[in-house]
DNA sequence: GCCGACTGCTTGCATTTTGCCACCAGTCGG
DNA sequence: CCGACTGGTGGCAAAATGCAAGCAGTCGGC
């Protein structure tokens, strides 16, 4: 069942797990916009990601390991996707991804400022965010955050501030 | 010029950059393994590229401002390719992707070491090789290395060290 | 001055992946 | 029992990829 990798170097084995256009941002859109069903990512992101190019990749990080799935209690239909270890701690690289495309790419105001609050965190607010995510996804128990606002929430917040200001001059 | 991109997110914006196969690994072989050349890079990867797509690709990042192409005065046919600030400044992803990679897919150990030793030397480290590379590649002055070996030498040592002691059982 | 190896590509073609859009069967709330 | 919503499928055209071969110019050695 491994099907072929190209080489053993973690690297191209990373790019081969998420080295495409769109299993970072359901990953991303799942760590950062708390989305766990499928409409909500269909709808959700930014970028407009197809159906069936969605459940393709769904399938693909469930096999993969990256997400897990299971049945939503509440609606026969509906499915619940949950992060795993491994891509709760995708975490520090989307850091580092946020923060290098901030200072190189046309990035718009309100959709970068998250990735400036996270990348100015460090590696302290990136291990409190994990913590958050694996009580979220895992059921691990966390330690309350100590002002009382989620990571999620802190970014929020400030994305929230620019949105606001942008439109109030 | 702007090819309408599909949204302003660092991250996604990231992923247009190098959010296919084979751009990262491109990179990678010229930061990690000093290659400058055409041949070089195709005949060099492990994971075997095709000709006509590192043609494409290193016109891609040309353009894209990722690499810069010039004559090498010692072969009229030859190009040089060099790395750019923001190319250079992919370390710390390559750095986390090591990282990340080493601890959750079935990496090789020769091919991995160099992702452990850097993530273990953290961004001091980076910062040094990033130095390094700008020497090399923009011709900016850097302080030699305190114990006189360069952060590339380190790791290629370091990759060294593991390969010999795989033999020597 | 001539041959063989090397330079950065290009071309052609089959296969795979993507993007777009419509559609579906089951389910839930009112 | 209706209309909105659930997680998807299927069809089809367009684009990207993979593979192999080839190409014009250049260089070093003899």
């Known amino acids: ?30 760590i950062f916009g708390g989305r766990r069903h499928f409409r909500e990512i269909l709808n959700g992101s930014q970028e407009g990601i197809a159906s069936n190019i969605l459940a393709n990749r769904l399938k693909r990080l469930v096999d993969l390991g990256m997400l897990t799935k299971r049945d939503d209690p509440t609606h026969k239909q509906k499915a619940i996707y949950s992060l795993t270890e491994p891509s709760i701690e995708l ?19 309100e959709l970068s400022i ?28 966390a330690d309350p955050a100590p002002d009382g606002k989620t990571v999620r929430q802190s970014l929020q917040d400030a994305y929230l501030a620019v949105v606001a200001g942008s439109c109030t001059v």
């Open 114 to 141: 998250r990735a400036r609050v996270l990348g100015e965190g460090g590696p302290e607010l990136w291990d409190r965010f994990m913590a958050e995510l694996r009580q979220e996804h895992l059921g691990i128990p």
């Open 1 to 30: 069942m491994t099907q072929a990798h190209r080489s053993g170097c973690p690297i191209n084995l990373s790019l081969e797990v998420f080295g495409d256009k769109w299993s970072l941002l359901i990953l991303r859109d799942m």
């Open 91 to 109: 975490v520090p690289i989307m850091a580092a991804l946020g923060t290098w495309g901030s200072r190189w790419l046309p990035v718009t105001e």
